[in-house]
Structures are given as structure tokens and as C-alpha cells.
């Protein structure tokens, strides 16, 4: 969506029209990288009176719509507050994302008029209905760049491998080489290799293998002293882990703050929560079983 100049059939506070001699409607938007996602914060700025009195009143609110056409993404974001903020998943966008802020009326306004009109529209009252816009600020285009899908597509991290051993039924982690070993039973890793070779599969096998096996490997980690976490530097698996906590959610996995963490929703984090996709392809794959919730 762009903002182009429109003519309206009554008073829009804008940064391209003169219909107001009063008042000013502008906005800061602000990104910035949270983990694999997108942190959006909207801070407006209006100093007309009587919109600032249509949205103190319920009758209007801040709204902006924000679009990515290489993703298709829309979504709109509507609020009363000066200040609000939300996270998208780096899943939905790529490339620019547009911004594009107004104040739009949430209800009918009867006899709408505004002190800061121009001269031109002194005295005159205008009928405005619900959805209609009252001002449009600057819009934001910004660039979004993507990085590494995921830690789990990594090679230098994880290594899937069979367990040779009959009597063996359930998976073995081993953190203490190059990457971190996932050791399956001979079947179930037959399995797995036949699943990988269908990308849909990805989110099912990251939330069945690759994350109980990080969630292992950082409970490890954190029943060691710091001294003995730097002994495992040599590892590749852990400079990777260790450099994409530090750059993307501000842990360091050589400090105290990291035993206050919880391991199961860091190692979701990392490879990029994963379990909402799963459940969204067993669902859509397999058929949803079951009755009515309780």
C-alpha cells in the first residue's frame, strides 16, 4: 500500500494538504531485530485538539497498516495510546515492509467540525462515517533482510546419526565433539532421514529431535562452572550457539545471568519456535482427530 495524495469530501489533517491551518499529525516508527523476529514500536505525535478530543473520546484511534507484498503480508495495528508496539515473526516478511499511519474514526461523528480547518471551511459541518480517515502521516518503508532461517539448518551445529545398537530405544545427545550428536534408534532414524527429504517436514522434526536435543545440551551447559563452559570454545556447536544467544537475545552463555534462563523456551527461540508450524502441518497433513473441546 502507498500513500498517495487523495482528495477527501471533508477536512484531512495531512503532511500534503492545507485543509487544517492548525495542528500537525506525524509519527516516529521505529525497528529492531528481537531473536528471529521484528520489533515494531509506533510513537504519534499529534498537537490538533479536537482529534486528540475524537480519540480521548473513543471516537477515533491511531491506526497503521503495515504491508510486505513479496510475502503478501498485511495487518493492521489500531490503538488509542501514543505509543505501541508489535512483534512480527521474521516468517512473514521480507524485503520492504511499508508503513503507512492515519487516525481514523471508529464510530459515526454527526456534525463534525474542527476548530484548526482551514478558513475556507469556517462554520461548515461534515457527516463522518465509522472507517473514514481524519489524517494520514508519513509513510515508512523499510528494508528487512533475512538472515539464517533457523539454527537447526546450521550444518556445523547438529548431527543426526544412527544407533547401531538393537537393544537401544530411545535418543542419545552427545554435546563434548565438533557438533551436537543426535543419536536415534535404527528405525526411528531411517525415519527421520525419509521424512527430512520433504521440507514440509522441517517444523515436525525440529520440534520432535532438534529441540529436546539443544534443550539438553544448554541444561548441560548450565550445571558446569563458566570455566568449564569456556573448555567446550573448541566446539563449533557451541561458538555458533553461543554467538547467535549473544547477537539475538542479548545471552552469553559464559555468564551468570545465563543460569537464570529456561532452557526449553531458549532453545525454542533459536530455532525459531518451530512448534506452531508443527502442529499447522500435522494438522493440514494428516487431519484434525477428535471430537469437540471440553
Given amino acids: 500500500m502507498e500513500i498517495r495524495y487523495k482528495l477527501y469530501p471533508y477536512p484531512v489533517l495531512a503532511y500534503y494538504s492545507d485543509d487544517y491551518k492548525d495542528g500537525s499529525f506525524d509519527t516516529t516508527i521505529d525497528l529492531q531485530k528481537d531473536g528471529y523476529n521484528i520489533r515494531i514500536d ?168 532438534i529441540i529436546p536435543a539443544l534443550t539438553y545440551a544448554l541444561e548441560e551447559l548450565k550445571c558446569r562452572s563458566i570455566e568449564e563452559r569456556e573448555e567446550l570454545s573448541e566446539c563449533g556447536w557451541y561458538r555458533t550457539v553461543r554467538k547467535s544467544l549473544l547477537t539475538k537475545f542479548d545471552v552469553d552463555i559464559e555468564s551468570d545471568d545465563f543460569n537464570q534462563q529456561n532452557m526449553v523456551v531458549l532453545a525454542q527461540r533459536l530455532i525459531n519456535d518451530p512448534l506452531a508450524e508443527a502442529f499447522k502441518v500435522l494438522c493440514e497433513g494428516f487431519g484434525t482427530i477428535g471430537g469437540d473441546d471440553e
Fill in 42 to 209: 509506533f510513537m504519534a505525535s499529534l498537537t490538533n485538539v479536537g482529534l486528540k478530543k475524537l480519540i480521548q473520546d473513543g471516537q477515533a484511534q491511531y491506526v497503521y497498516h503495515l504491508e510486505c507484498a513479496q510475502t503478501g503480508f498485511r495487518e493492521v495495528v489500531t490503538t488509542e495510546k501514543v505509543s505501541e508496539s508489535r512483534v512480527l515473526s521474521d516468517k512473514k516478511i521480507c524485503g520492504k515492509l511499508q508503513i503507512c499511519p492515519f487516525i481514523v474514526a471508529t464510530q459515526d461523528i454527526a456534525g463534525y467540525s474542527n476548530p484548526g480547518f482551514h478558513d475556507d471551511y469556517s462554520g461548515a459541518t461534515f457527516e463522518i462515517e465509522a472507517g473514514c480517515v481524519l489524517a494520514v502521516g508519513k509513510q515508512v518503508n523499510a528494508t528487512i533482510t533475512k538472515e539464517i532461517e533457523d539454527l537447526a539448518n546450521t550444518p556445523s551445529v547438529f548431527s543426526i546419526i544412527r544407533n547401531a545398537d538393537p537393544l537401544v530405544t530411545h535418543m542419545i545427545v552427545g554435546i563434548d565433539g565438533q557438533k551436537i550428536v543426535v543419536k536415534l534408534p535404527l528405525n526411528d532414524y531411517y525415519s527421520y532421514k525419509q521424512l527430512a527429504k520433504a521440507p514440509i517436514t522441517q517444523p515436525v522434526l525440529n520440534a520432535i529431535t
